[in-house]
């Protein structure tokens, strides 16, 4: 929701077409990414979940935490994550790919920062 006159993220972005957007080639990205893969886990669960309901899930979620009006639907990030037992260095990787997403879209860099931050809040739920 906005706040004042500050619209939300969510508006800043461009909305749910422009999440979606970016959401379908952030997660093209991770899902092919050698350095996640190497985790057979994380390898065995890309291979398993179909793309376009992983990019459905995401798409709800960064609506949601972004002030949108969708409602996140999808499990908490540590039922989702905690078998994967991912690793920092995963992360960090997760975290560059990211980059080159926001890059490729040229989302401004206060929206970037407001993103990274939302993704940041998960670490400790999703890393081991
Ligand atoms: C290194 C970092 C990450 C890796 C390797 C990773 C990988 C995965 C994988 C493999 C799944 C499918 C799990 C399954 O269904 O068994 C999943 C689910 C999911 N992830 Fe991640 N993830 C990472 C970080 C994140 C972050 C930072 C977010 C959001 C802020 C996120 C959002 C989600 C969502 C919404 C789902 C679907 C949850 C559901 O099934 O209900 N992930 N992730």
């Not at 959401?23 to 057979?40: C, G, H, Q, S, Y």
């Not at 949601?64 to 991912?86: D, F, N, V």
């Not at 920062?113 to 890393?127: G, Q, W």
Request: with cysteine; aromatic share 8%; charged share 20%.
């Amino acid at each position: 929701m906005a706040t004042g006159n500050q619209p939300s993220l969510y508006e800043r972005l461009g909305g749910v077409y422009a999440i979606a957007t970016v959401v379908d080639d952030f997660i093209d990205r991770i899902m092919v990414d050698p350095r996640l893969n190497a985790n057979p886990r994380v390898n065995d669960a890309h291979h398993r979940v179909s793309p376009a309901g992983f990019k459905y899930l995401v798409t709800e979620m960064v609506c949601w935490a972004t002030g949108g009006p969708q409602k996140y639907t999808g499990r908490t990030m540590r039922e989702s994550h905690q078998a994967l037992m991912i690793t920092a260095a995963e992360w960090q990787a997760f975290l560059d790919d990211f980059q080159q997403t926001l890059d490729k879209f040229s989302v401004p860099q206060a929206a970037q920062r407001e993103l990274k931050a939302i993704v940041d809040s998960t670490r400790a739920d999703i890393v081991v």
